[in-house]
């Protein structure tokens, strides 16, 4: 059984009470949570919270939550105690990005597809890079896999570094991929990572998976056609309903 977990805080630093924000009728965390309700893979959907404000809300669209610490550095964090909380037993646990309102269900139910075997310890996804901006956008992480598709690296740079061959077209060069922030732990696992210290690794890059690689877990990949579309600012709003064709 896999539970998936929406972390949603309140005190955001660059948008504050981000998942209660109204998105054409209906606030942030009711969109994430009714389209992760839709992935057919997941036994439960909860929303791991700190804030009361947004446990509410949840509870008054029919939403279920768990309350969490307020101090916790990481959404794997979040989920370990949402884990702990969900009075159920499960196998896997799916992080569920709480800033993404138009997920798409089946990019959750792909992900799932990779703990088929009870072996896989983490997964998550990536998208082909299609353009050089894309490609040199430090904003946008970098995977690099090995042929069994679990990731190498995640790197801000690129790499490789394709020697001879102009840097604009690396991308017709290579089968480069960007990471999709989403996560899936083995529950018996959990625990152990929230354990683990920031890596140097991790610290150079500001990346929380290069600790687990760092530390040998190894991390699945698969591969989605379904960009994520983040909202971080208010700003985000506007261009998010745009590039998905809301407006």
């Not at 269900?105 to 901006?133: F, H």
């Not at 290069?210 to 989605?224: D, H, P, S, Y």
């Given at each position: 059984m896999i539970l998936g977990v929406i972390p949603a805080r309140y005190a955001s630093t660059r948008f504050p009470g981000k998942p209660l924000i109204d998105i054409q009728g209906k606030s942030m965390i009711q969109r994430v949570y009714g389209q992760a309700m839709k992935a057919k893979s997941l036994k439960k959907v909860i929303v791991a919270t700190d804030d009361e404000r947004i446990a509410h809300h949840v509870k008054r669209f029919g939403g279920e939550y768990v309350m969490t610490r307020p101090d916790h550095v990481s959404g794997t964090d979040r989920c370990f105690e949402a884990l702990q909380n969900s009075g159920g037993n499960y196998k896997y646990v799916i992080n569920i990005q709480g800033d993404e309102p138009f997920?798409?269900?089946?990019?959750?139910?792909?992900?799932?597809?990779?703990?088929?075997?009870?072996?896989?310890?983490?997964?998550?996804?990536?998208?082909?890079?299609?353009?050089?901006?894309?490609?040199?956008?430090?904003?946008?992480?970098?995977?690099?896999?090995?042929n069994k598709m679990e990731a190498l690296y995640f790197s801000r740079s690129v790499i490789p570094h394709i020697k001879g061959v102009d840097p604009k077209e690396w991308h017709q060069h290579f089968n480069y991929y960007r990471h999709?922030?989403?996560?899936?732990?083995?529950?018996?696992?959990?625990?152990?990572?929230?354990?683990?210290?920031?890596?140097?690794?991790?610290?150079?890059?500001?990346?929380?998976?290069?600790?687990?690689?760092?530390?040998?877990?190894?991390?699945?990949?698969?591969?989605?056609?379904?960009?994520?579309?983040?909202?971080?600012t208010p700003e985000d709003v506007e261009r998010v309903l745009k590039m998905m064709g809301k407006t």
């Open positions: 997920i798409d269900p089946s990019q959750i139910n792909l992900l799932a597809d990779t703990l088929k075997d009870g072996n896989t310890e983490l997964a998550t996804l990536v998208i082909p890079v299609d353009s050089n901006e894309l490609l040199f956008n430090e904003g946008e992480v970098k995977v690099t896999v090995n999709v922030g989403m996560y899936a732990y083995r529950s018996d696992l959990l625990e152990e990572l929230t354990k683990l210290k920031p890596s140097l690794l991790e610290k150079a890059e500001s990346l929380e998976q290069l600790r687990w690689l760092e530390n040998g877990f190894k991390i699945k990949v698969a591969v989605t056609t379904h960009d994520s579309h983040c909202i971080d």
